[in-house]
């Protein structure tokens, strides 16, 4: 494909001075047609279009260079991508691999440049105050108080607003997509995935088992294995948000005699062994440090010979949590790593890992059906919790479904049983 350059102002005004600073860090022409605020324009006139409305887009990058920068202009509206955010960031992020751009530093001769530029342009100054949208956490990490905070920043920002993204049963982890007919939807492979994690720890209506269920959210997983399976659940949460819908349902349902909802941390629990332990995408949240405690609640809760179900997300590279905009706005303090050392510390705690399923597809088609639900109600998501939220979780749906496609990002079922002490 010729990529068509408009030459006549190429170099002129904020945008072509922008253009001739990035021009050796991005390995040539600008990956974007970029327009700023003087009204100026550089770039391939076919490529996506990005629109820089204020100065204060560079002072951030200055402070903030890279995704983080980046991502505050943009959930303030002073960086603006015209049309699909999803097939912008996907050029961007093409076009980055095919120049190897990872490989790139600046000369001193660029940066020298860039600090020219910057004060031509009157872009120097203190740092800008940071979006309101933008976590603020404080405390030890992954204290109990810390961490109550930080799940809080995530989980509550109020059901009304989970529930123009999610299924019917605000089910917020990869479904298990198990047909390819237009019939099929978002709340069938959710009820799948449930069907699955009760079918692997051997739930068994006959039985009447006792289930933990560590992390909960929104209770689908609790009331799927009460309704389906005869289960006594007890499901934990510290989101004061998810345990109210939790407890409205299990009402609605009548459940009352077969689920409880505690607002209680998963290093408190006190009432084990149970019969089986499923912990649904919630382990990404412990911490590395705190991993061997989690495993070790989860391990404690069950009786010997019962089973534990992980389900979580995984990430290579650089950044082992979800990267500089998904911990700042979206998940302070998560943490990830490869399912290969994930598994290792399962075996530590003295688990032993029965099987792993790769769910990686899935999620893609998950974020997918959530990214089309969220966009059929955005005028109503802006509506609950303002324009900056709103562009906050447009911004993360699209980048973390872009994350599971490309393999940066993976999910998987981890299977694993309490050995007998006889063995």
Not at 121 to 126: A, Y
Not at 179 to 184: C, K
Not at 318 to 333: L, M, N, Q, R, T
Request: glycine residues 10%.
């Amino acid at each position: 494909m010729t990529t068509t350059i408009d030459r006549s102002i190429q170099g002129a005004g904020v945008a072509g001075r922008l253009s001739e600073i990035l021009s050796p860090l991005v390995g040539g022409e600008l990956p974007v047609r970029l327009t700023a605020w003087d009204g100026s324009a550089a770039g391939p006139v076919d490529a996506p279009k990005v629109t820089l409305h204020s100065a204060n887009v560079l002072r951030r990058l200055l402070w903030n260079p890279g995704e983080l920068g980046a991502a505050q202009a943009y959930v303030l509206g002073e960086l603006d991508v015209e049309g699909d955010l999803g097939e912008a960031l996907t050029h961007v992020w093409k076009v980055s691999a095919e120049r190897g751009l990872g490989s790139i530093s600046p000369s001193p001769s660029v940066i020298l440049a860039a600090v020219k530029a910057a004060r031509s342009l009157g872009v120097f100054g203190r740092p800008l105050p940071p979006p309101v949208s933008q976590a603020r956490v404080k405390g030890r990490l992954h204290s109990m108080s810390r961490d109550r905070a930080a799940i809080g920043h995530h989980y509550d920002l109020s059901n009304d607003f989970y529930s123009l993204i999610l299924d019917q049963n605000m089910a917020y982890s990869s479904g298990y997509w198990t047909s390819d007919a237009p019939e099929y939807t978002l709340e069938d492979s959710q009820k799948d995935k449930l069907d699955l994690v009760c079918r692997k720890i051997g739930l068994d209506r006959a039985r009447g088992q006792r289930l933990l269920d560590v992390g909960c959210g929104w209770g689908s997983l609790s009331v799927h294995a009460a309704r389906e399976y005869g289960a006594h659940v007890v499901g934990v949460t510290i989101s004061a948000e998810q345990k109210a819908f939790v407890d409205a349902r299990v009402r609605s349902l009548g459940l009352e005699d077969r689920v409880e909802i505690r607002l209680q941390d998963y290093r408190e629990i006190p009432d084990g062994p149970y019969d089986a332990v499923a912990s649904i995408e919630m382990g990404e949240h412990v911490g590395e440090d705190n991993y061997p405690t989690y495993v070790k609640a989860l391990h404690d809760n069950v009786i010997e010979g019962g089973r534990v179900l992980i389900q979580q997300m995984s990430r290579t590279g650089p950044h082992p949590g979800g990267g500089p905009f998904i911990e700042s706005f979206i998940a302070p303090d998560m943490y990830m790593r490869p399912v290969g050392r994930t598994v290792a510390m399962i075996e530590e705690g003295g688990l032993e890992v029965l099987d792993v399923q790769a769910l990686r597809v899935h999620y893609v088609r998950t974020v997918d059906s959530w990214i089309e639900t969220f966009e059929s109600n955005f005028d109503r998501v802006v509506e609950l919790v303002g324009m900056e939220v709103a562009r906050v979780w447009r911004l993360y749906l699209v980048g973390g479904g872009m994350a599971f496609r490309d393999g940066r990002m993976g999910v998987d079922q981890i299977l694993s049983v309490r050995p007998s002490c006889l063995r």
